[in-house]
């Protein structure tokens, strides 16, 4: 393996150090963004495919909606 490979696998195992007390905190009060990063993504996914919406409350109304929806993209 050559100098830089190893390199790269040093600082990647060095990375849960970097993140461990977020991830003992986790143990401690059971709190995760999981969710408020998912419903981020569903809407940054909905913004990419419709090329941005001309009317902002439209835009709006689909983001308010999307817990009622099973398919957000579908239709």
Excluded: C
């Amino acid at each position: 393996m050559e100098t830089s490979g190893i390199n790269i696998l040093i600082e990647f195992a060095k990375t849960p150090a970097a993140f461990q007390s977020g991830i003992l905190a986790y143990y401690n009060y059971r709190i995760s963004f999981a969710p408020l990063e998912g419903r981020n993504n569903v809407i940054k996914t909905v913004k990419r495919t419709t090329y941005g919406f001309h009317d902002r409350e439209f835009f709006k109304l689909k983001i308010m909606t999307l817990h009622e929806t099973k398919y957000i993209l579908v239709g």
